[in-house]
C-alpha cells in the first residue's frame, strides 16, 4: 500500500530564507508525486509533479523538488520565502500500476508561516 | 473559463439527515473526483466519476454516493449523517482519470457541520 508522511506539521521561516518542506513517500513501484498548496478558504493548486522523467521537477512560484529513490523522499524546496508563501502544503502520491484506478495519496500537510 | 464551483459553501446538518453536495466542473473536464478533508488533515479520496461512471472508490461506506450528469457536472450525496462526517468536502476536475497527465483543478470546497 502507498503512504506519504510529511515531516513537520508546522514550519516557520524569516522572509527571504531558504523553504524546505519534507516529503516521504511508500510504494513498491515507482509512484507520481505531487505537491499542492492550499491558501486559506481556497481549494488546492497544483505546485509541481513528478512522473519519472527529469528528478529534479520545477514548478510554479520558484518552487521545486527532487525525487530521491534511494531516500523515498520528495522534499519541496524555495531558496527565499516571501510572506505570500504563508499556506499548507500537501504532498500526494498516486501509483502507476492502479490502472485508471489512480487515486491521489495524500499527506497530512505542513503549515508553512513566513516571519517578516 | 470559469473554474470548478461548489455549492453551497457552508452547511449545517443534524445527525442522522441527508445532505446533497454539487459540483460544476471546469468546461471540457469529463472527471470528477471528490474529498473529504477533515480538520488539520490531508484530503481523503472519497470516489471518482469518469464520463458519468463510478471510476473508483476510497474507503467510505455506502451512505457515501455520488452522481456526475452529461454536462459532467456531479453530486455527493451522504445519508445517515454523523458527526465524524463533519469536514471540508473538496471537488475536483481534470481532462482525464490518469493523475500524471490530468492535472486536477479544485473548487474552494463546501464545509459541511454536523452537529
Known amino acids: 500500500a502507498q503512504s506519504v508522511t510529511q515531516l513537520g506539521s508546522h514550519v516557520s521561516v524569516s522572509e527571504g530564507a531558504l523553504v524546505l518542506l519534507r516529503c516521504n513517500y511508500s510504494s513498491s513501484v515507482p509512484p507520481y508525486l505531487f505537491w499542492y498548496v492550499q491558501y486559506p478558504n481556497q481549494g488546492l493548486q497544483l505546485l509541481l509533479k513528478?512522473?519519472?522523467?527529469a528528478t529534479l521537477v520545477k514548478g510554479i512560484n520558484g518552487f521545486e523538488a527532487e525525487f530521491k529513490k534511494s531516500e523515498t523522499s520528495f522534499h519541496l524546496t524555495k531558496p527565499s520565502a516571501h510572506m505570500s508563501d504563508a499556506a499548507e502544503y500537501f504532498c500526494a502520491v498516486s501509483s502507476p500500476n492502479a490502472g485508471n484506478n489512480r487515486k491521489l495519496i495524500w499527506g497530512l500537510g505542513t503549515s508553512l508561516a513566513v516571519n517578516p | 473559463e470559469t473554474g470548478v464551483t461548489q455549492s453551497p459553501t457552508h452547511l449545517i446538518k443534524t445527525r442522522g439527515q441527508q445532505v446533497t453536495l454539487r459540483c460544476s466542473s471546469q468546461?471540457?473536464?469529463?472527471?470528477v473526483s471528490w474529498y473529504q478533508q477533515a480538520l488539520g488533515q490531508g484530503p481523503q479520496f472519497i470516489f471518482q466519476?469518469?464520463?458519468?461512471?463510478?471510476?473508483g472508490r476510497g474507503n467510505f461506506p455506502p451512505r457515501f454516493s455520488g452522481l456526475q450528469f452529461p454536462n459532467y457536472s456531479s453530486e455527493l450525496n451522504v445519508n445517515a449523517l454523523e458527526l465524524d462526517d463533519s469536514a471540508l468536502y473538496l471537488c475536483?476536475?481534470?481532462?482525464?482519470?490518469?493523475?500524471?497527465?490530468?492535472?486536477?483543478?479544485f473548487g474552494p470546497g463546501t464545509r459541511l457541520t454536523v452537529t
Open positions: 475536483a476536475s481534470s481532462l482525464g482519470r490518469q493523475t500524471e497527465l490530468y492535472e486536477q483543478y
Open positions: 466519476y469518469y464520463r458519468e461512471e463510478e471510476n
Open positions: 513528478y512522473t519519472s522523467a
Open positions: 468546461s471540457g473536464h469529463n472527471t
